[in-house]
């Protein structure tokens, strides 16, 4: 849908401007219009300079390039939360969250939003407009809670499980990033052996005699350095057709079936995909009941954002069996997924009526059980990265080390 900039002036005469969506200038003027304000100016946004101007030109660019992270998500639903909370009407709440936000493209989408909600649409509707920014677990709990009347307490719930994901997400980015830049150094300084050192010390040796004397290591250094002399050029195309036949092959059910099963039975980090897996059911499931969703319209969003197939079909299998009036832990137990714990407190909540706490301590546990296991990893990661990085190092120094000693001990004994 189109986005128009209009500069208007209210009902007590004062200007005003912003942007709103709609299907031509026409009705964007009709929308301003029922908001009582009376448009002087409407223009359509688009990528290319308007009148000349290259400061009009990088902001349309930089609205296309903007990227709305989950934490962002995260702070407009906290706002709205707070707002909501302290009685402010839902369309003063939505104007306030467009006029603090920054990043211009959340302001055309919340701005969308509120003249949704202005004409007379439910928020959880006005967000559906919008599935790359608001997702079904989303839009299904501010339903939840617009139907029971408890809203602000919704908001409070996902602005907190938001915060979660972001923090889990960050830690994991945090215990990668040292590993990587490290990687990648070692990596700039064996290309800059390769391809800058070698060729010289290279030329040494052929001036000595040639390398059918060299040492097997300093021949195995030499071949790799011709290799990424020669034929370097085909490493990145190389790697990027084996990306998208992985992707592709990743797209085929058979593909992802495998593929999410081996992320839950590899070595170590099997245990850590399976707790983060757990995890987020649990935490989703137990938000999605304390807000009133229904069991079986919340397995189904659990289902789809737990992000493994496999887990996905035992909670298939456990919303089956609860629309046959059958217990959700029967199917979690023989699927061999679900750790004892979890199944355990899946039937004493439903044993006891109180399903959502059960499965919000099991979250709490096992979010805790990351949180350590994240670490331990990024006390393991850190020194494995440098043993790695540190023996291709040194086995290519050693590899010309060698024959340079060689030729020492050569040139003395003549």
């Known amino acids: 849908m189109p986005v128009y900039e209009y500069k208007a002036f209210d009902g007590a005469g004062a200007p005003t401007s912003g942007v709103i969506d709609a299907d031509n200038e026409k009705a964007a003027r009709s929308r301003l219009r029922r908001q009582g304000l009376f448009p002087s100016e409407v223009k359509e946004q688009t990528g290319k300079a308007v009148e000349g101007s290259g400061l009009r030109m990088e902001i349309d660019v930089a609205q296309y390039l903007e990227w709305i992270s989950a934490r962002d998500i995260a702070n407009v639903t906290n706002q709205l939360s707070v707002l909501i909370g302290a009685s402010v009407p839902m369309a003063e709440s939505l104007a306030a969250l467009v006029e603090q936000t920054e990043k211009n493209k959340l302001k055309v989408v919340l701005s969308n939003v509120r003249e949704r909600v202005n004409e007379g649409s439910t928020l959880a509707d006005a967000l559906a407009d919008h599935p790359k920014i608001f997702d079904n677990l989303f839009v299904s709990m501010v339903r939840a809670g617009e139907r029971t009347g408890s809203l602000a307490e919704v908001l409070d719930r996902l602005s907190k499980f938001a915060d979660s994901q972001v923090r889990l997400q960050g830690q994991i980015v945090s215990a990668l990033a040292y590993p990587v830049l490290l990687t990648m150094v070692g990596v700039g300084i064996l290309l800059a052996i390769f391809t800058g050192i070698l060729p010289q010390m290279r030329s040494m040796f052929d001036s000595f005699g040639g390398e059918e004397n060299l040492p097997i290591i300093t021949k195995v250094v030499f071949a790799v350095g011709d290799f990424l002399v020669g034929w370097g050029w085909t490493v990145p195309p190389v790697?990027?057709?084996?990306?998208w036949g992985f992707r592709r092959w990743l797209a085929t059910p058979a593909g992802r079936e495998r593929f999410d099963r081996w992320k839950l039975e590899m070595p170590v980090l099997g245990r850590v995909n399976r707790m983060v897996a757990v995890s987020r059911f649990s935490r989703t499931l137990s938000t999605l009941l304390m807000s009133g969703v229904p069991i079986i319209t919340a397995l189904g969003i659990v289902r789809a954002v737990v992000g493994n197939v496999i887990l996905a079909e035992t909670i298939t299998s456990a919303s089956e069996n609860i629309q046959e009036g059958q217990s959700i832990a029967r199917p979690l137990q023989e699927s061999g997924q679900f750790p004892p714990m979890v199944v355990h407190m899946v039937k004493v909540g439903e044993r006891t009526g109180e399903l959502e706490r059960m499965l919000n301590l099991v979250a709490n546990a096992y979010d805790q059980e990351v949180d350590d296991a994240v670490k331990t990893a990024t006390s393991v990661l850190a020194p494995l990265a440098i043993l790695l990085?540190?023996?291709?190092?040194?086995t290519v120094a050693l590899g010309l080390l060698l024959p340079?000693?060689?030729?020492?001990?050569?040139?003395?004994?003549i």
């Open 239 to 243: 790697i990027l057709a084996a990306v």
């Open 389 to 394: 990085v540190g023996g291709v190092v040194f």
């Open 404 to 413: 340079m000693q060689q030729l020492t001990g050569s040139i003395r004994g």
